[in-house]
């Protein structure tokens, strides 16, 4: 990659983590990143002491530690990006790019929830069926925001591709686990965009790597 940079990643595939691995891919920035077990491998003495919730993602710069995603999105954009992927405040695009870039969350917090019903509860007598249908509900509406807003354009924004494309890219790479995004024409060609990008596939899990929190091709309920 072209710049030295001391990043540390903790991570685990296909996590909220992936988010900033995709953008620090997007950056060109060398990363050292250290992959979890999604679970009690995060619960651990050591790791806590980085993320007090024993949660992804969490980054290191030198001394500084930062886990929130939209955190880390702001912050690489401003540290380490050369106007590529940032709206600085000035820029004209500034307001929406922010709010895309914390909109990515409003998507990806019913994935977690439908993770969660679906993967994370082992007991199926302990899983909710109402709670997985009304998440796969609140997720289509989010999605349908987008659905409108991508009409006439490719990108979130205008003058194309940023880091706000990255947030929600991620969460439609999730949301598309527990939704068949082919139901959104507009967002499903903008996910196949995404989707194409270098950057983006290098921050896939390699095939075969262990660890997966997503095993299936989708989770989607079925009638």
């Given at each position: ?190 996910y196949q965009r995404l989707a194409s990008r270098e950057a983006f596939k ?22």
């Amino acid at each position: 990659m072209e710049n030295s940079v001391a990043l540390t990643l903790f991570h685990c595939h296909e996590a909220r983590s992936m988010r900033s691995l995709w953008l620090i891919n997007e950056l060109g920035l060398d990363v050292e990143v250290v992959v979890f077990a999604f679970g009690r491998e995060l619960r651990s003495d050591d790791y806590l002491a980085h993320h007090p919730l024993g949660r992804v993602p969490c980054l290191m710069d030198d001394e500084l530690t930062l886990f929130e995603s939209g955190a880390i999105a702001e912050y690489l954009c401003e540290t380490y990006d050369k106007g590529k992927l940032w709206r600085e405040p000035g820029n004209p695009e500034r307001p929406q790019w922010l709010q895309w870039v914390h909109y990515a969350e409003t998507l990806t917090v019913h994935s977690a929830n439908l993770t969660q019903q679906a993967i994370a509860i082992s007991d199926p007598e302990l899983r909710s069926i109402t709670v997985r249908k009304l998440e796969t509900k609140r997720l289509e509406k989010a999605i349908e925001v987008l659905e409108k807003h991508l009409v006439n354009r490719d990108y979130l924004l205008d003058s194309g591709f940023s880091a706000a494309d990255v947030g929600v890219g991620y969460s439609l790479h999730v949301g598309r686990l527990f939704t068949d995004l082919s139901a959104f024409p507009k967002v499903y060609a903008y996910y196949q965009r995404l989707a194409s990008r270098e950057a983006f596939k290098r921050s896939l899990p390699a095939a075969g790597a262990a660890n997966k929190i997503y095993t299936k091709d989708n989770y989607w309920l079925t009638a």
